[in-house]
């Protein structure tokens, strides 16, 4: 089964930074792009970074970018976010992402399927 599970979050303060990991299994990672959002409390839930399956293109959403970093380790299904200079609107739950995987059904059909990981929380407070 696909799994995609974070790891890393934490409690930083402002101008801290944190190093995040999702570690993915059940599907062939390095032939997928992957994703990080990240969901403030209350709000909705926003894609931050994204990285094509080789490593060699990445794209940021504007509050992120020139302070988070996205890789991806496919030796070892592994996707990091380096998060620095972190401000306090960075707290949110952060969530790994891959998307239209290509998966078997029961009935012997395929799929292409959306896969979260059940998050790893951020705080940046002083």
């Not at 303060?13 to 997928?32: E, R, W």
């Not at 890789?71 to 992402?97: G, I, W």
Request: charged fraction near 20%; aromatic fraction near 10%; hydrophobic fraction near 30%.
């Amino acid at each position: 089964q696909v799994q995609l599970v974070e790891s890393g979050g934490g409690l930083v303060q402002p101008g801290g930074s944190l190093t995040l990991s999702c570690v993915a299994s059940g599907f062939d990672f390095s032939t997928y792009a992957m994703k990080w959002y990240r969901q403030p409390p209350g709000k909705e839930r926003e894609e931050v970074a994204s990285i094509v399956p080789s490593g060699s293109i990445t794209n940021y959403a504007d509050s992120v970018k020139g302070r988070f970093t996205i890789s991806r380790d496919n030796e070892k299904k592994t996707v990091y976010l380096q998060l620095n200079n972190m401000k306090p609107e960075d707290t949110a739950m952060y969530f790994c992402h891959v998307q239209a995987v290509i998966t078997q059904r029961s009935n012997g059909r395929y799929l292409g399927s959306n896969y979260w990981g059940k998050g790893t929380p951020v705080t940046v407070s002083s």
